[in-house]
């Protein structure tokens, strides 16, 4: 049985900063791509960055220079280090993991998620 659980989130001022983890836990063989989603009220789910296992990154424009993720394999654990934050980055973010457990399949993982919530 494989879980991720994220922790991190809350409610930070415009400008303001968090910091987002992610850890991979269970039977795992290999984590490949590890990355952050968000899904804010009433829109879709978007991805805001991921990171391959060998530290090749991916952002979204959105988020291009705020925010930087980050992994540490021999924790498999994802970090999303958010900074400048803006009302518009309000929404759960869950984190999300390709990996391959012992005696079974590549699959992909999500966390329960967590809020974050930039506000005056």
């Known amino acids: 049985q494989v879980q991720l659980l994220e922790s991190g989130g809350g409610l930070v001022q415009p400008g303001g900063s968090l910091r987002l983890s992610c850890a991979a836990s269970?039977?795992?063989?290999?984590?490949?791509?590890m990355g952050w989603y968000r899904q804010a009220p009433g829109k879709q789910r978007e991805l805001v960055a991921d990171i391959t296992s060998g530290g090749s990154t991916n952002y979204a424009d959105a988020v291009k220079v705020r925010f930087t993720i980050s992994r540490d394999n021999t924790k498999n654990t994802v970090y999303l280090e958010m900074d400048n934050l803006k009302p518009e980055d309000t929404a759960v973010y869950y984190c999300?993991?390709?990996?391959?457990?012992?005696?079974?399949?590549?699959?992909?993982?999500w966390g329960q998620g967590t809020q974050v919530t930039v506000s005056s």
């Open positions: 269970g039977s795992i063989s290999r984590i490949y791509t």
């Open positions: 999300k993991a390709t990996i391959k457990p012992y005696f079974s399949p590549v699959t992909s993982y």
